[in-house]
Nanobody, 114 residues
Framework: QVQLVESGGGLVQPGGSLRLSCAASGIIFSDTTMGWYRQAPGKQRELIAALTASRNTNYRDSVKGRFTISRDDAKNTLYLQMNNLKPDDTAVYYC????????WGQGTQVTVSS
């Protein structure tokens, strides 16, 4: 079965950096367009970055220039490098395949606060 396990979150000051990881199993990872999503308190989950199998990327405007999505197909792992973090980036972060009905993982909490 499909399993997605996110990690790497934490508490960071504004301007700081974090690197999130998503370990995937039960899928043909290398053929899949993957995305990072986030859900802030009281808000809907939103897609913030996507990466195709051919390494094309797309970012939500609010994170463009600060976040970088990448993947290691040999490790079935998706990454999100987050720089210059802002308080508005505080959310639970998830990964998933785009257009897939895979179950969501537990997510990883990112809190940006001084």
């Amino acid at each position: 079965q499909v399993q997605l396990v996110e990690s790497g979150g934490g508490l960071v000051q504004p301007g700081g950096s974090l690197r999130l990881s998503c370990a995937a199993s039960g899928i043909i990872f290398s053929d899949t367009t993957m995305g990072w999503y986030r859900q802030a308190p009281g808000k809907q989950r939103e897609l913030i970055a996507a990466l195709t199998a051919s390494r094309n990327t797309n970012y939500r405007d609010s994170v463009k220039g600060r976040f970088t999505i990448s993947r290691d197909d040999a490790k079935n792992t998706l990454y999100l490098q987050m720089n210059n973090l802002k308080p508005d980036d505080t959310a639970v972060y998830y990964c998933n395949g785009l257009g897939r009905s895979w179950p969501w993982g537990q997510g990883t909490q990112v809190t940006v606060s001084s």
